[in-house]
């Protein structure tokens, strides 16, 4: 029992950063997602597999929890600038560009359509790789590449809307090979 509530506490924070982007800066609500995934996490917890990361399990439910609570209520997401935190570091004086920057950030992702937003959020903020997403989300990887990718551009084309050409391409670069 207390294993299971290390491993549920140590992924609190993901949990409420995702479902705070996903709920547009709206704490309360976000906190009500953080709340009703943990809730069924330790309901359902005969039916995670115990191995690996605990995760992509949990964003699975938090996102399953979300489709479910859209279906019902289809809200507009706004963020304010009263809903960016302050700095957490007392070093680090506050800079009303970089506060602008996030809020930019902010509005930018929320603009985002749900499903490019969540791909973007899990693989680039909370780290998942693409096969823990898939999982999570409950569709093909091949979905969630291409899914990310559309996201990067949306992203990159909203916040540098003055720029008529898209977001530069990526190139494969080969790694030189060692045979062993």
Same mark, same amino acid.
């Given at each position: 029992?207390?294993?299971?509530?290390?491993?549920?506490?140590?992924?609190?924070?993901?949990?409420?950063?995702?479902?705070?982007?996903?709920?547009?800066?709206?704490?309360? /609500?976000?906190? !009500?997602?953080?709340? !009703?995934?943990?809730?069924?996490?330790?309901?359902? &917890?005969?039916? &995670?597999?115990?191995?690996?990361?605990?995760?992509? &399990?949990?964003? #699975?439910?938090?996102?399953?929890?979300?489709?479910?609570?859209?279906?019902? #209520?289809?809200?507009?997401?706004?963020?304010?600038? +009263? !809903?960016?935190?302050?700095?957490?570091?007392?070093?680090?004086?506050?800079?009303? +560009?970089?506060?602008?920057?996030?809020?930019?950030?902010?509005?930018?992702?929320?603009?985002?359509?749900?499903?490019?937003? /969540?791909?973007?959020?899990?693989?680039?903020?909370? *780290?998942?790789?693409?096969? +823990?997403?898939?999982?999570?989300?409950?569709?093909?990887?091949?979905?969630?590449?291409?899914?990310?990718?559309?996201?990067?551009? !949306?992203?990159?084309?909203?916040?540098?809307?003055?720029?008529?050409?898209?977001?530069?391409?990526?190139?494969?670069? /080969?790694? /030189?090979?060692?045979? *062993?």
């Amino acid at each position: 029992m207390a294993d299971r509530q290390q491993l549920l506490l140590e992924q609190m924070a993901h949990l409420r950063r995702y479902a705070l982007v996903l709920h547009g800066g709206r704490w309360a /609500e976000a906190d !009500d997602l953080v709340q !009703d995934t943990l809730e069924r996490a330790i309901i359902k &917890w005969g039916l &995670w597999r115990g191995s690996g990361s605990v995760r992509p &399990w949990l964003f #699975s439910i938090m996102h399953n929890l979300f489709v479910d609570q859209c279906t019902v #209520s289809a809200r507009s997401a706004t963020v304010t600038l +009263e !809903d960016i935190p302050e700095p957490h570091h007392p070093f680090q004086p506050a800079n009303q +560009e970089l506060r602008l920057q996030a809020l930019q950030l902010l509005e930018a992702l929320q603009r985002l359509p749900l499903p490019l937003r /969540e791909v973007l959020l899990l693989v680039a903020v909370e *780290g998942l790789s693409y096969a +823990e997403t898939a999982r999570a989300l409950g569709v093909p990887q091949g979905t969630v590449m291409s899914r990310l990718s559309r996201a990067r551009t !949306d992203l990159w084309q909203r916040m540098n809307p003055e720029v008529a050409q898209p977001r530069p391409t990526l190139r494969v670069v /080969e790694r /030189e090979r060692t045979t *062993g």
